[in-house]
Structure formats: C-alpha cells, structure tokens
C-alpha cells in the first residue's frame, strides 16, 4: 500500500483530503500542528486506527528533520498561515511559516534520502487583481496581500529547493473552497451562521463585507479529489489551477443562503468586515488540471451551499 503524508492533516481541508486519501487506499501519515488535533477526534473509529500521526512546528528544525525522515511515497503539504486576516496581522510569521518552513520541509526530505512525489497547496491569490475572467496559469503573478505574497515566496522556494535536490514537486493553486466544516472565519460559513442566527432571534440585518465580488467557489471534496490526481498525473515544476472557471457573485451567495436557511434577512454593510485589498473578481481557468487528469466538479455549488447549511444545523 502507497503512503502518503498529509501535513495540517487536522485543518478544515486536511481532514476531507485525510478521508479521501483512506478511501482511495492510501496508507496516511496525518502531520498535525502542536497541540492539534488527533485523528481518533475527527475520523471514525476504524479509520483512526489505519492513521498514524505525529505533531510537528515548521517553524522548527528537529521537528522538520522528524517529518522529512517518515518513509512517504507522495506528500501533500498543506501546513500553512492559512487565514488572511492572520497574515495581515503576522506577515513575517507567514513568510517564516508558509515559505521558509516549506522550502526547509523539502530540504529535509531531500536530506533523508526520501523521494517521494510532493504537492505544494499554493493559492489562486498570487495572481492578485485586475483579471475580470478566468485567470490561466500563465498568467503572470501579482499579489496584493501579505498571505498571497507569502504563498508566492513558498512556490519560488519550495521550486528551487526541489531543483536543488531533485525532489519531484508540483505547485497546486487553488481558488476559494469551501464546504462542512469550514470556520466560520471564512465567508460562505460566516453568512450562514449569522442567517441561523438571525432566524433564531429574529434579526433580521445581518452585518456583511462587500458584496459586489466575483469568487470561482469549488467543494473541499472536489479540491482533495483534485490533489490526489495531481500527484499522480500532475507534472513536476509546473502549476495547476485548481477552479471551476465560474464565478459566484457573493451578494447571490448571501441570498441563496438565506433561501436555504429559511430567513429573508437584509445584509447591512459593516466597514470592520470589509478588506481594502479585496480582488474584485478571483476566478480560474481549469483547462490544464483537467486536460492533465480529466478531474471535474461533482458537487454542484447549490449542494455544497445546502450541505454548509446543514452542518451548522445540525
């Protein structure tokens, strides 16, 4: 059986792609942060017991060289300053995590002898602003936030690391995802949480940021389906959109929410919830993943937005 390490196994999309790794028959090592969260929390019983984990800080060395030591025939490195907020706050504590410690990740597989296949999860963000339709790979890169200009560091780095040792990597860039179980420090989850609320107390003006952008939304478990077949089928040093090609305007999202949760709410701006370095339209062009894989969405987004409605439900 392959075995494939999972670094921020524990995080919102590296528990969907842990459960898909297990059912595909992957043998999974799940890399959590410290003091994260175990498997035996998040999967069933039977399948915590087919995972085997270990807690690492990137931002440490001999926590590295254990993580690049596991005998792994693919990685997906997830691990990541992953909140825009969070980078705004700490742009040097995102440099020093999702670009250095990326690139010293790599550097200690390499130094272990390893050779497995290795995904680095970028982001479509690093084109940054400007593209009013679906923004292809070539493309090129132009960030506008302290997380976008540290995921675009990470994919120089973790390349010339891999030149450096010949370490087979390729560079996902995937556009907003969303899905159960998403914080609700995020957008779609935030609007349904305030729209559950406010049917229960019966407020009905919900505190919003800018409506008027355009977001190329996928499932989470459409984008975990999509990594694992990169690591197959993808082609070291090169980058894959990971996106739908459609955009959802997010004062539509707000309303089909609403109509999901049963709530005629009105959205009212609240300056505190607005980015001043929001990209007016994020939308990506999939031709290369799905000419490289033959991957499609499965999850319509009307289904991912009534399945985020129910788990917060529920």
């Known amino acids: 059986m392959k075995r494939l390490l999972i670094t921020g196994a524990d995080g919102f999309v590296g528990r969907w ?4 790794a297990l059912r595909e028959g992957w043998q999974v090592i799940a890399v959590i942060g410290p003091s994260g969260t175990p498997p035996s929390v998040w999967l069933s019983a039977a399948d915590a017991r087919a995972v085997t984990h270990l807690e690492a800080n990137f931002t440490d060395a001999a926590d590295l060289q254990l993580v690049g030591r596991q005998a792994a025939d693919a990685v997906i490195h997830l691990a990541a300053m992953a909140s825009g907020a969070q980078a705004r706050n700490d742009p040097d504590g995102a440099m020093l995590v999702n670009a250095t410690g990326s690139a010293k990740l790599i550097e200690a597989i390499a130094e272990s002898g390893n050779r497995p296949r290795f995904l680095f999860v970028s982001s479509g963000e690093v084109y940054g602003a400007g593209h009013p339709g679906p923004i292809a790979e070539e493309t090129p890169t132009a ?22 040792s010949t370490l087979p990597v390729i560079i996902a860039r ?19 949480a305030r729209l559950l609320a406010a049917r229960a107390s019966g407020e009905l003006e919900i505190p919003v ?11 989470v478990r459409d984008v975990v389906r999509a990594y694992l077949l990169l690591l197959e089928h993808g082609r070291p040093a090169t980058c894959y959109n990971v996106a739908s090609g459609t955009g959802q305007h997010l004062g539509a999202c707000f ?3 609403a109509e999901l949760v049963g709530v005629a709410a009105r959205p009212v701006p609240d300056p505190a ?16 993943l799905q000419s490289a894989t033959g991957w499609t969405p499965e999850f319509t987004f009307d289904r991912t937005l009534q399945d985020l409605v129910n788990a917060q439900a529920h």
């Open 17 to 20: 792609l842990t459960r898909e």
């Open 143 to 164: 960030p506008v936030s302290p997380y976008a200009v540290s995921k675009e560091a990470a994919e120089r780095a973790v390349l010339r690391s891999a030149q450096e």
């Open 174 to 192: 995937p556009f907003p995802h969303t899905g159960p179980g998403q914080s609700t420090d995020y957008v779609l989850p935030a609007f349904a």
């Open 209 to 219: 940021g800018r409506l008027d952008v355009v977001r190329d939304f996928l499932d």
């Open 255 to 257: 309303n089909r929410l």
């Open 273 to 288: 919830l607005s980015r001043t370095a929001d990209i007016a339209v994020l939308v990506g062009d999939p031709s290369r």
